[in-house]
Structure formats: structure tokens, C-alpha cells
């Protein structure tokens, strides 16, 4: 559970988009406690580990510091030595998806869908005008109340909702800092609060259907699902359901355990204990 706006964000990209001037993708950037979201166009030239560097102390740092921790999945630039050294240095932990489990990163592949939604009903016939839409697009989505905490991410941040155009009526606030401040602090635990109750009905929905995992150990075997794994037979019809057995070289989490694989196997050792059982 994130504790404070802009300590935990999560991040995504939509690719494959038409050329508008000049970018071809968007990388979503989401403060996991507000709710609060940037939308950031990607030119065609600038999308190594180092521009996203550049890219994010301009569009992200400077507006609210270094979070405390990034959750992703494993693109090729989030697994570059060149991002986690960026990352290194001041210490921000990346909390990488493991192999072959999106669900870790739900929450930028839900803001993703909304993204392209709002798009899709306003870009003209060619595509190519969506990035002169971004701005509108951030702004009508972070001044919307969200599901989670019933308040808007600028309202969860910002503690007021910004003039988005025609004559409006405000309460003045007090000049006083000390009760600006203690009004900060109760938006911040009522948004907090949300996404308890939010935490709380998902997990009270989904964790009847739920089996309780086995409680793996160091030196398990296990035998790992094949549904995402790529073998050189010909059809993955009659290719083996589950592959190994492989053993466990560390426990992560109750959900997550690393395993010792071939070597020739170029895939990520870290997999959610779903795509498991017992040998």
C-alpha cells in the first residue's frame, strides 16, 4: 500500500500508435496513492533507457521528487542496465512484474484503456492528431472522481480542484498554514482510506475463488506451466502442459519464488506461484 502521493508510481507504454508529430508512443506515468496520472508522448528517436532518463527528471521529477519505488512490467528498457543504474542511484526500488503475470501492473493497463477510449471517440479519421489531444485528455481524466476514493486526483493531491474554464465559486481558505497543513493531511488519509476499502473489496471478491498456495521452499521441485513458454515443436497443441521439474533457488514473497532454469532458457526466473505446483 502506497503511504503519500508520488511515493509508489506505476508506469506503462501504448505502442504501436499512429505518427503524430513526430511520436508514435505514449508512456503513462501513474501516482499509485492519488490516482494522479502524465501522459507523455514518445518521438520515434527517443525511446532508449537513457531518454526515458532525460524524460522522466523533466516530466515527472521535477514536478513531485524521486518516488520510493516504480512498478512495471519487464520492458527492454525497464531491464536495461542503463535505467537500473538510473534508478540505483537514488535509490528508487524497481518492483518489476514477474515472468509472464500482467497482473502486476493492472493498474497502468487499466489506465491504458481509458487513455485509448477517450482517444478513440476524438482523433480525426487519419489518427494522427492525438498527441494535440494529450493535454485535454490528462486533465478531464485527473479532474475526474475516481472509483477508488470517490475524490479526483488533483482534489487527492492538490487538496482543491484546479479552474477547468468558465466563472467558479470557491470557499477562501484559511491563510493559516498550520490548517492548510491539517487539511492536506485529512485529504491525504480519506484518499488513503479509499484504497483500503478498495484493497479490501477487491481481495473479498477474488480471494473465495482462490486456492491458498503451497507453501514452497528453498530446494522444491516444481513443475512450471508451458502456456507462456516457447519450445521449438512444431504445434503447442501437443507440446507438454508443464515443463521441469526445476527447483527453487529463493523464495521472494508467498506469491513469488525464482527458480534455476537451463541456461538456455531467455526468459526471466521469477514466477508467480500460479504458474506452479508440486513436482
Not at 511520436?23 to 518521438?43: G, N, S
Not at 518492483?95 to 471517440?121: G, K
Not at 514452497?216 to 502442459?241: A, C, E, F, W
Not at 525464482?258 to 513436482?279: A, C, D, G, M, Q
Amino acid at each position: 500500500m502506497p503511504y503519500a502521493p508520488w511515493q509508489s508510481i506505476a508506469m506503462d507504454f501504448i505502442t504501436e500508435l499512429a505518427v503524430s508529430e513526430g511520436c508514435d508512443q505514449l508512456w503513462v506515468i501513474i501516482d499509485r496513492f492519488t490516482k494522479m496520472a502524465h501522459f507523455i508522448p514518445l518521438e520515434k528517436e527517443r525511446k532508449t533507457a537513457a531518454d526515458l532518463a532525460v524524460i522522466f527528471a523533466r516530466e515527472i521529477w521535477k514536478h513531485h521528487g524521486l518516488p520510493a519505488d516504480i512498478v512495471s512490467d519487464r520492458d527492454s528498457r525497464f531491464t536495461s542496465e542503463t535505467w537500473k543504474e538510473f534508478l540505483r542511484l537514488p535509490e528508487i526500488r524497481p518492483r518489476m512484474s514477474t515472468a509472464f503475470h500482467p497482473q502486476t501492473d493492472t493498474q497502468t493497463e487499466r489506465l491504458n484503456q481509458t487513455i485509448e477510449a477517450y482517444l478513440r471517440v476524438f482523433v480525426n479519421t487519419e489518427q494522427d492528431d492525438w498527441r494535440r489531444l494529450l493535454p485535454m485528455a490528462e486533465f478531464a481524466y485527473n479532474n475526474s472522481a475516481t472509483v477508488v476514493n470517490g475524490m479526483s486526483p488533483f482534489y487527492a493531491n492538490y487538496g482543491f480542484h484546479p479552474v477547468a474554464g468558465g466563472a467558479t465559486v470557491t470557499e477562501p481558505l484559511n491563510p493559516a498554514s498550520t490548517v492548510y497543513a491539517h487539511w492536506i493531511q485529512a485529504i491525504h488519509n480519506e484518499a488513503w482510506k479509499g484504497l483500503e476499502e478498495a484493497q479490501e473489496r477487491m481481495r473479498r471478491y477474488t480471494d473465495p475463488e482462490r486456492k491458498k498456495p503451497p507453501a514452497y521452499q528453498v530446494g522444491d521441485l516444481v513443475m512450471l506451466s508451458g502456456r507462456n513458454i516457447r519450445t521449438r515443436r512444431p504445434t503447442k497443441k501437443l507440446d507438454h502442459k508443464n515443463h521441469g521439474p526445476f527447483q527453487i533457488e529463493k523464495v521472494i514473497s508467498p506469491l513469488a519464488v525464482r527458480l534455476t532454469l537451463p541456461r538456455k532458457w531467455k526468459i526471466h526466473n521469477v514466477f508467480h506461484v500460479s504458474l506452479l505446483e508440486p513436482y
